[in-house]
């Protein structure tokens, strides 16, 4: 049995940073552990033995783990800020590798704009989201049609769907971080023209 202790993902559920897990599990393919949730990037000051919710996450988080490998070889994420990419890169630290395929979703760029950007070693493929999921972006960055995975349940749509995403050749345009930082949006309020 594939445990989350013995791959890369085990450093941050230890931390507590998994949350909100919709899958947390071996998954089809032997050896490998999927995770659907939010990794945490900055936790709140706790009061006492309170258990507060972090300041930020990356949300929708598609990913696996092989087991006795320390890096994870895919990831798919939402940033509600693209300044918030240099956490990720922080807080996953050692845990992602130059030969990683990495897609983080951001609330706060050019909806037609599809970066890459470099911080370390480490390449990620930055591309807009709005009002989607990145579950259904990256269906159709892949070009997967739900109709072939139906059957499958969730680890096996998980392993289906990041096993494609390996094989993406994105060639984006190259901008530094702070290239990002300069054009990036103002973060918009996820809550407006919600109904009450």
Known sequence: MTTIENTALGRLDKEGRLL???L????????????RGDIALKF????????????????????VAQEGENTIPVLAGYLHSFAYLADVATVLD???????????????????????TKLGNITFHVLPCDESTVWKEMLDLVSVDKNDI?????AGKLD?????AKGVDADYA???????????EPVKNRNENRPV
């Not at 947390?24 to 995770?35: A, M």
């Not at 709140?44 to 990913?63: F, G, H, M």
């Not at 897609?103 to 890459?116: E, H, P, S, T, W």
């Not at 139906?150 to 969730?154: A, F």
Request: aromatic share 12%; glycine share 6%.
């Open 20 to 22: 909100n897990a919709v």
């Open 24 to 35: 947390k599990s071996e998954t089809t393919k032997p050896g490998r552990f999927g995770f």
């Open 44 to 63: 709140q000051t706790q009061v006492a033995d309170e258990k507060r919710p972090p300041d930020y996450s990356i949300e929708q988080v598609l990913t």
């Open 94 to 116: 050692g845990a992602l590798s130059p030969d990683g395929s990495y897609f983080m979703f951001c609330n706060n760029i050019d909806l037609l704009a599809k970066y890459r």
């Open 150 to 154: 139906k059957k499958l349940d969730t």
């Open 160 to 164: 289906y769907l990041l096993d494609a």
């Open 174 to 184: 190259e901008i530094s971080y702070e290239e990002g930082l300069a054009k990036m």
